[in-house]
T-cell receptor, first 110, second 115 residues
Framework: RKEVEQDPGPFNVPEGATVAFNCTYSNSASQSFFWYRQDCRKEPKLLMSVYSSGNEDGRFTAQLNRASQYISLLIRDSKLSDSATYLCVDYGGSQGNLIFGKGTKLSVKP | DAGVTQSPTHLIKTRGQHVTLRCSPISGHKSVSWYQQVLGQGPQFIFQYYEKEERGRGNFPDRFSARQFPNYSSELNVNALLLGDSALYLC??????????????FGPGTRLLVL
């Protein structure tokens, strides 16, 4: 069974902190990965894709380590508005479906 | 442009009843996928439809069925509801077949409570 594992947290950090989340995936053949953000009682929204070479979008950096089959998300200079659940996603479902982790909850405090 | 829309937003049913959930994809998108998200879990794949045909099915019982209409909107039907069917049901649309790596955009979901 193809799975994605994440630390559920919660991660409680002060504003301005740097925080990192990791997740592991079981399907070594998977090619595409994403981080989605989900606010309380809302739908998941695409945060960023994850590329083998690593990619950065403002304060967010995503990394993929194929050898160890893990993905990371680094958030620098945390804002109160970053408080949400971050879902690690493997796009390697056998039917073109997304495989979600359970999510990591982040709470940024003033 | 409107995003993915779903109706109803909330629904309360009792065990044994039947429910129909509806989804309209982003204009121009031809693929619709359905996911179930139970509290505290990540979304789980139920179905994918592309060009009105079922292209994928997750590990859900036959009580769950779906279809896609000529205008690419979709319905998810659940028969003989169980308490465990209480969840947020999410619809995601993509331009093409999701197995091609198309980005999937989620609607706001339908929150179903089974009593």
């Amino acid at each position: 069974r193809k799975e994605v594992e994440q630390d559920p947290g919660p991660f409680n950090v002060p504003e301005g902190a740097t925080v990192a989340f990791n997740c592991t995936y079981s399907n070594s053949a998977s090619q595409s990965f994403f981080w989605y953000r989900q606010d309380c009682r809302k739908e998941p929204k695409l945060l960023m894709s994850v590329y083998s070479s690593g990619n950065e979008d403002g304060r967010f950096t995503a990394q993929l380590n194929r050898a160890s089959q893990y993905i990371s998300l680094l958030i620098r200079d945390s804002k109160l508005s970053d408080s949400a659940t971050y879902l690690c996603v493997d796009y390697g479902g056998s039917q073109g479906n997304l495989i979600f982790g359970k999510g990591t909850k982040l709470s940024v405090k003033p | 442009d409107a995003g993915v829309t779903q109706s109803p937003t909330h629904l309360i049913k009792t065990r044994g009843q039947h429910v129909t959930l509806r989804c309209s994809p982003i204009s121009g998108h031809k693929s619709v996928s359905w996911y179930q998200q139970v509290l505290g879990q990540g979304p789980q794949f139920i179905f994918q439809y592309y060009e009105k045909e079922e292209r994928g099915r997750g590990n859900f019982p036959d009580r769950f069925s779906a279809r896609q209409f000529p205008n690419y909107s979709s319905e998810l039907n659940v028969n003989a509801l169980l308490l465990g069917d209480s969840a947020l049901y999410l619809c995601a649309s993509s331009l093409g077949l999701a197995s091609g790596g198309e980005t999937q955009y989620f609607g706001p979901g339908t929150r179903l409570l089974v009593l």
